[in-house]
């Protein structure tokens, strides 16, 4: 149990990892989203379900559980010891009430900072830890094709935490460019069991890309968590035929799988297929079981 909970604050710690979409700012408190109904006001025909969000409960409950536990990731020697950030999710309003840092231009203009500006005023006046004032090369386009080919995912989006404020154009930049090439690579197992897996899932259920890794969970005997992300993937996109077809049928299990394969998936037959050896891996299995040969004698 113990070691659950440490995987479960280290995943916690950076849950916004690639989900650029939602504003937030760095705050000295925690909060955790949750999912609600819009209210129906007088004037409008019906209430509309609020789109979930990365940092809602159940959201979260599902991408912790698919994370994983290796114990040998979980407890690899570190070179230093990391504080992570915690986060609060913050309205419009309140982001423009809070401080924001300003320029004055040689013919007097004042404007607003740009991120990288801001991010240089902030190391120079309160400094971190391991960040630099000017980001280090290895975050360039042309470095990070490098980094990728030496399967140093983890180790880019650590440094990529330390470096950028999670609403930084080059920390949403980083992060995508790590997903992609992750998914085009079907390198998923690099990441799972670490901080970073859930933002990978939900980066690829937001953008209808998951048959590579749904394909990977089944390879790996992993159809817990190929159910759970269907269950989000749903959720996400209520509106998908597979979606729909799952309610009708009120399916569950296997036939969820089965129904995006012929439907909503880019990659069915290659779906259908990993399914198929799964299925036979298991009847194999249950032939070669002298317990379960006696009990059917």
Known sequence: MAAFRIARCAFQSSRLAGNAELPCVVAGGGGHGRRALCSQSPGHPAAEIRKPQFMDDDVQCILTRITGLDLEKVFKPVQQQLRPPTYKFMTNEQLEEERFIVVREPNGVLRKATWEEQDRM???????????????SIFKDENLSVV?????????????????????????????????????????????STRHFGGLVWYLVNRRKIDGLLIDMIQRDLIEDAISMLHLYHMVHPDCQSSKEANQQQAQGLDLIK??????????????????????TLNSSANQDPCRNEEGN
């Not at 989006?157 to 980083?174: K, T």
């Not at 129904?259 to 036979?280: C, N, P, W």
């Open 122 to 136: 902030i190391q120079v006046y309160f400094p971190r830890g391991g960040r630099r004032i000017v980001p280090p």
């Open 148 to 192: 990728f080919a030496q399967d140093r995912y983890e180790d880019i989006l650590d440094l990529c935490l330390i470096q950028f404020e999670p609403n930084s154009a080059d920390y949403i930049r980083v992060h995508h460019q790590t997903y992609e090439d992750i998914d085009k690579n079907c390198k998923y197992d690099l990441l799972r």
């Open 259 to 280: 129904i995006f394969s012929h439907t909503d998936s880019q990659k069915g037959g290659y779906i259908e297929l990993a399914l198929q050896v799964y299925q036979d």
